[in-house]
Structures are given as structure tokens and as C-alpha cells.
């Protein structure tokens, strides 16, 4: 805790020297890295020798930092050279970038679920993320990708994805609900593009086949028991970022809009669109002595879908997607509004590890496949559970947060239950 306070008196005491500095910066010298290239960062940054001295430009540097999964902490410094040149340092405490991932759950059926992954988010001390899973969920999946958002420079970069997903979906019909062995081959190329530090793009295809098998349950003579189709979905995403990062603390708006375009080589199955928003917000909340040890997070997906009366609804309700507590799949829709709110409050902290509690309420409505907005108040579709919940946060690791929550339904027909998983929720 000491050693934070020292350092952000340096930041604050060295914005207060820059802002009455008018000079030139004479070089860029970056200081603390290990695996990460020091080229890397000044590739990615806008201060760069010849530039003027900005600290605003300075600021949005370290934020950039600050965002990289090799990053735990970064700040600056700055010392007057001669005249009006001035050296710049960027500081930065690294990230262990590969890392592990252990997630399980039970299945429908109530087995034994798991997906076990390694990944490197480092890769070559350049930001570039590389890795893959292998998932056990009554049948087996597995999946690599590739992701390198700063592959030219800190505007262009590119991302390829694959995976062989099979599981057991429930599919619900009129007349009940019936189990299908589901598998979805992928393999997805997009381009990255940062028009500035805030607003950026991804863009791409994604050829995949999906095959549906019937196994058990209710049947329907005009939903076929098996099929197996081609199919090329057309990606975009438009992401806003104003997020700022200290270790576990988030603050600040983001809002990620994904809109696809699918089509079939069937000519039996129409063409299809999906697209979905999801609007985040954290601000960070002091105690009665001032401190900053709580977080407030939000999260608010609105998401529609062609509304075809098609039991293969692309929404689903899931404990692991939106609502913890509800269990996995057990409805569809064409359409979702998601609200996901939380507390979290840190109960200890450390340089290394800290225990948050949490507090949150999902709540959600879906859109029956063919119906109207009128479904969004149905009382049958609507879905509210408050639970409380544990974090355990490696802060010198990336992304090495265990999650456990508890979810308790408070609608008709809830359900409860445990849902665990690496990362924050959302």
C-alpha cells in the first residue's frame, strides 16, 4: 500500500511540474520491463522523440498501458534534459502472461463438466495472445486462437480463431423440450482497426458448419432429428473504451456493439442476422475514511435477432452467459435485455492477492422465437436473481481472478445454484 501511495505522488507531483512545461521531448525511455519488449511499447505509444510535450497525450499512454494483459501497474516520469528537451520515462510492473485456465460446471444432465486452457498473452513480448482449450461437456471440444490487436502498429492488427465445439443442447418444442448432440466447426479471420484510443473495429468472416443429432426427448414432424449445414457468418464490432484500470479497480464507460450477418448454402434455411450491445460501467466507491476499496459495475445487453419460430433461437437464458443461478440453456429467444449489477468490496489486499466480496443482481427478459416485444413482459420470461459471491484475485497475473457465485431466483419458477469461472463476471 505504501509503495502505491509513493508512486502516485510522483505521477501527481510530476502532471503538476509538466503542466506549466512547454518543451520538446527528447526521448522515450521505458524502465521495469521483463518479457515485454521496451521497442514494443514505444511502437504502441504517442509520445515518441521530436513530439511536443503533452501530459493529456502522456495520461493516454499510461491508460494504453495500463489495458495490456502484460501489465499490472505503469506510470510516468519526466526530467528536463537541456533547453527545452525532456526526457520521458514510462515505468511499468510486469504481468505473468501465461496462464491457465480451469473452469468447471455440471451439464444439464447434472455430469461432471470441464474445459481446461493455457494461454500466453505475451507471445514474443508483443501483446499477442496465443492459446488453446480442451472441453469436456459430455462430449469433447477444443479450440485455438490467435490474437495480435498491435501486429503492424497501435492501429492495425489481426485475429484467427478455430474450434470444434460439441455439446448436448436442449431444443424446446411445443410439445416438450428434446436433447440434440450439437458441434459447431469454425475457423474465423478479422481484421483490428484502432481509429484512435478510444473508438475501434473489428471486422472479418467466419466460414463454420453446424450438425445437429438428435439423442432424446420430444419430437416434431417439422423439426428434423438431424441436419447438417454449411454456413458463412460476416462479423463486425464497433467497441468505445473510456475504461481506466488500477490492479483490481475498474472505472469509467465501454460499450461493445456486434452485429453478423449469416447465410446458408441450404437453400431451405434463410439468411440470418443477430446483433447485440453491451454497455458497461464502473466507478469506484470510497469508505468513510476516504479510501477507494469498493468497485460498482454494471452491465446492460440489449440484443435482437431475425425472429424466426425456429426452436434454434440464438439468445439463450444460461448461468455462465447472463443470469447466474438459473443453470445452463434452459430457454431460447430472438431477442434479451440484460441488466447485471454488482458490488464488489475488497476485504483484503495485499502487493500480490486480494479477497473481494460481492453483491449482485441479475435480472433479464427474452423474446419467444416469433413473437413480439410484447414477450419482454411476460412474467414467463422474465428472470431476477440477487446472490452474493467471491473473488480471489492474483494481481500480478493476468486475468487470474476465481470466481464463485451464488445465485437465488426470486421470480416464478426460479431455480438456485453455484456458478464458478475464471475472470470477473463481467
Not at 520538446?24 to 513530439?51: A, H, M, N, Y
Amino acid at each position: 500500500m505504501l509503495q502505491r501511495v509513493l508512486i502516485l505522488m510522483v505521477c501527481c507531483i510530476t502532471a503538476v511540474q509538466l503542466a506549466g512545461q512547454e518543451g520538446e521531448v527528447l526521448d522515450l525511455k521505458v524502465q521495469g520491463t521483463k518479457r515485454l519488449k521496451p521497442s514494443f511499447i514505444k511502437l504502441i505509444s504517442d509520445i515518441k522523440p521530436g513530439v511536443a510535450l503533452d501530459s493529456a497525450v502522456i495520461n493516454q499512454d499510461i491508460i494504453r498501458l495500463k489495458r495490456l494483459p502484460a501489465v499490472a501497474h505503469a506510470y510516468f516520469q519526466v526530467f528536463k534534459s537541456h533547453d527545452n528537451f525532456y526526457n520521458v520515462f514510462y515505468n511499468v510492473e510486469e504481468n505473468i502472461t501465461i496462464n491457465p485456465q480451469v473452469n468447471f460446471y455440471t451439464t444439464n444432465d447434472d455430469e461432471f463438466a470441464y474445459r481446461l486452457g493455457l494461454y500466453e498473452y505475451n507471445l514474443l513480448g508483443r501483446n499477442i495472445g496465443f492459446g488453446g482449450f480442451y472441453q469436456k461437456d459430455i462430449f469433447s471440444s477444443y479450440g485455438i486462437n490467435f490474437r495480435a490487436p498491435f501486429l503492424f502498429n497501435n492501429n492495425v492488427g489481426l485475429a484467427i480463431n478455430f474450434q470444434s465445439l460439441t455439446t448436448q443442447e436442449p431444443v424446446f418444442l411445443d410439445n416438450g423440450t428434446a436433447d440434440y448432440k450439437y458441434n459447431n466447426t469454425s475457423i474465423e479471420i478479422l481484421g483490428l482497426y484502432a481509429f484512435n484510443f478510444k473508438h475501434r473495429v473489428e471486422l472479418g468472416v467466419n466460414f463454420f458448419n453446424e450438425d445437429y443429432l438428435y439423442l432424446n426427448g420430444a419430437t416434431d414432424v417439422s423439426v428434423p432429428q438431424a441436419f447438417n449445414v454449411d454456413k458463412i457468418l460476416l462479423k463486425g464490432i464497433y467497441e468505445y473504451d473510456a475504461l481506466k484500470y488500477d490492479f483490481q479497480y475498474v472505472s469509467g464507460f465501454k460499450s461493445t456493439f456486434n452485429v453478423q450477418y449469416v447465410q446458408a448454402n441450404a437453400v431451405t434455411l434463410p439468411d440470418f442476422t443477430i446483433w447485440w450491445n453491451d454497455f458497461r460501467y464502473f466507478a469506484r466507491i470510497r469508505d468513510k475514511d476516504g479510501i477507494y476499496d469498493g468497485n460498482f459495475a454494471t452491465r446492460l445487453r440489449l440484443g435482437l435477432a431475425t425472429n424466426a419460430d425456429s426452436p434454434f433461437a440464438p439468445f439463450s437464458v444460461d448461468n455462465n452467459l447472463n443470469i447466474r443461478g438459473v443453470g445452463n440453456t434452459i430457454d431460447r429467444g430472438t431477442g434479451v435485455v440484460v441488466l447485471n449489477a454488482e458490488y464488489r468490496q475488497t476485504l483484503a489486499d495485499r502487493d500480490w492477492f486480494t479477497i473481494q466480496g460481492v453483491g449482485f443482481v441479475d435480472a433479464g427478459s427474452w423474446r419467444n422465437p416469433g413473437g413480439d416485444f410484447g414477450d419482454f413482459g411476460d412474467d414467463q420470461n422474465l428472470r431476477v436473481y440477487p446472490g452474493l459471491g467471491l473473488r480471489f484475485i492474483h494481481k500480478k497475473i493476468f486475468n487470474a481472478t476465481f470466481r464463485v457465485d451464488y445465485g437465488y431466483g426470486v421470480t416464478s419458477n426460479s431455480t438456485s445454484g453455484f456458478v464458478f469461472g475464471i475472470g470477473q463476471y463481467f
